[in-house]
């Protein structure tokens, strides 16, 4: 009897192109919404990206209720707190997020608050938890990396308890996300670098990891597509709209395909770096997706083998094993050009972890959900193990 | 094997309800002698609670790490830390059966987590312990990525807890 089963689900708008945020009244509208709470942080608002938003609503019927800009780097449950208060205070009827992945799961998360009327956010971890409707929650990325525009998973860290908080519900999904490259224009290179490789390594995990199926594979394949052709060229010119564009919807197609074919041991260690030693999440990424592609060659070569010819030249000769070693040096030679283009480290011990933090770090990603997902059974002695190759 | 799946929702739940049973009496025995089970167990606090079940009003049993050992403390839902509930009886079957493993049910979203993720993957690590004490060697290949290597003294204690089965599933059923 054959066992197999996969469930795919996206049920968010995508709206993309030139001017595309100009359609969010629209949107709106269509969504029986007409007040919007603006979710976002100091840096968008410094690059003017908010008077993009101001302006598409000129005209439009709809408005601002209020605009919350003071979302820190790593979302807050406090700060979830505080937005969902706004949006009451404000009376609005929906959510606007115009940022990264912590304003965007920032927003998910107060999405939470007010729709089940609740003051205690912790009851709702885990998946499948919200028992209401949410309410409508548009979203702007203004970073090409996380793929939260159309995740249905949000996480916020309990700055209390010390804990990252986990949600997960198709309940949180975006209802449209607007990819318009002129949100992304002012994105520093080396962000662009790092949330670059997030889109990367979700695309690549998405496409080896235990979860994989016929859907999430076309859209990791598209997404490695789109960002091998246009990354580098972001980072060497931010202004290159058509490359911003081409990597805004290769963040959204791996996040397509990692929301429903999930993530391996690279995101779990990188969840658990990011925790203990503060690496940004894209970075940690970057430097441990080689070796985590490496970690699962005796189970997955032949999957990896079939992303060589969409990260580099395949070679002549050779199976399977040699295959999936290019496809590995290909993320290598990728990696190393940031590095020399923006300063993207290559090894844990340039992007500040210290070397007696690495037995924390596999302690903690054992506990990490991706490993479910990763093809090859994983131990903390194994976790180790690759921390201390990327070390 | 697919005649399983015919058979009437009663007797589907009647043989969840007794590998759970049987789940619990493993547990108990494990979380007292096997070295593997106590290191897991080490960063349990005590009173943690945790059920296996299915949805929506299926079979279902909850667990309580006491700090020395795991209990079952009886049928149903009691106010658990964390929960694994199957998403129907035929997901729940297919695990209890051994025709896939717990990380095969969870990669086909044949479960559903409430509670902290954490805690949820702990419980499945010592769940999978669990699994390899109850399940014969030969069916080990398919419900484990990396199938677990049981040497004498394993097998010395699998077979001391499959001796102690029968009394400890009459025990269980009776809570």
């Not at chain 1, 406090?78 to 990264?100: I, M, S």
């Not at chain 1, 002012?186 to 979700?202: V, Y």
């Not at chain 1, 993530?263 to 990424?285: E, K, Q, R, S, Y």
């Not at chain 2, 789940?23 to 108990?28: D, E, H, L, P, S």
Request: charged share 20%; hydrophobic share 45%.
């Amino acid at each position: 009897m054959n066992t197999s089963l996969f469930e795919f689900y996206c049920p968010v708008k995508i709206i993309s192109g030139a001017l595309a945020l100009s359609s969010l009244p629209y949107e709106m509208r269509s969504a029986g919404v007409t007040r919007a709470m603006v979710v976002t942080d100091a840096g968008v608002k410094g690059a003017g990206l908010i008077s993009i938003l101001e302006n598409a609503f000129d005209g439009s019927g709809c408005d601002i209720g209020c605009i919350y800009d003071e979302t820190p780097p790593d979302s807050a449950h406090t700060t979830v707190n505080q937005v969902a208060q706004l949006y009451r205070e404000h009376k609005c009827d929906c959510f606007v997020a115009v940022g990264g992945g912590s304003c965007i799961d920032t927003a998910k998360a107060a999405n939470i608050v007010v729709s089940e009327d609740t003051d205690d956010l912790m009851k709702f971890r885990g998946a499948d938890r919200l028992t209401k409707p949410t309410r409508p929650l548009f979203v702007a990325p203004t970073t090409a990396g996380t793929g939260s525009e159309v995740t249905l998973v949000a996480v916020i860290n309990n700055t209390e308890a010390g804990v990252k908080m986990a949600f997960t519900s198709p309940r949180l999904c975006p209802t449209a996300a607007f990819i318009d490259p002129r949100m992304t224009l002012t994105c520093p290179p080396k962000i662009t670098a790092a949330t670059g490789m997030d889109a990367l390594t979700h695309a690549i995990e998405a496409y080896y990891c235990l979860q994989k199926n016929p859907i999430s594979d076309s859209l990791a394949l598209t997404a490695i597509r789109l960002i091998m052709r246009s990354l580098i060229k972001c980072v060497e010119n931010g202004k290159d709209e058509n490359a911003r564009l081409d990597m805004a919807n290769g963040a959204l197609a791996a996040g397509m395909a990692f929301s429903n074919s999930m993530v391996g041991v690279v995101h779990a260690l990188a969840h658990a770096t990011g925790g203990i030693c503060h690496v940004p999440h894209g970075v940690a990424n970057a430097i441990l997706l080689p070796y985590g592609m490496e970690n699962n060659l005796d189970m997955r070569a032949g999957v990896i083998a079939e992303l060589a010819p969409h990260l580099c030249s395949v070679p002549a000769q050779g199976g399977d094993a040699q295959r999936a070693q290019a496809a590995i040096q290909a993320v290598r030679d990728m990696t190393a050009k940031l590095n020399k283009l923006c300063g993207l480290p290559l090894k844990l011990s340039d992007a500040g972890v210290a070397r007696d933090k690495l037995e924390a770090i596999a302690k903690a990603s054992i506990n990490d959900g991706a490993l479910t997902y990763n093809p090859e059974h994983v131990t903390a002695a194994d976790a180790l193990r690759i921390l201390e190759q990327a070390f | 094997m697919e005649k399983l799946f015919l058979l009437d929702y009663k007797v589907k739940k009647k043989i969840v309800e007794i590998s759970l049973a049987a789940v619990g009496v493993m547990f108990r025995k494990l979380s007292r002698r096997c070295p593997e089970m106590k290191a897991e167990l080490s960063d349990w606090n005590p009173g943690r609670r945790f059920t296996l079940g299915v949805l929506p009003d299926g079979p279902a049993a909850t667990f309580e790490y006491t700090g020395t050992e795991v209990k079952h403390i009886g049928r149903g839902v009691k106010d658990p830390d964390v929960a694994i509930y199957f998403k129907n009886i035929d997901s729940a079957l297919l695990v209890f059966t051994g025709q896939i493993g717990a990380h095969t049910a969870a990669i086909q979203c044949r479960t559903a987590i409430h509670g902290d993720l954490v805690h949820a993957m702990q419980m499945v690590r010592a769940m999978d312990i669990v699994v390899a004490y109850l399940m014969p060697g030969f069916m080990h290949g398919p419900l484990f990525k990396r199938p677990p290597k049981m040497g004498f003294k394993e097998q010395l204690l699998k077979t001391g807890a499959m001796l102690e089965l029968p009394a400890g599933l009459i025990f269980n059923a009776v809570k």
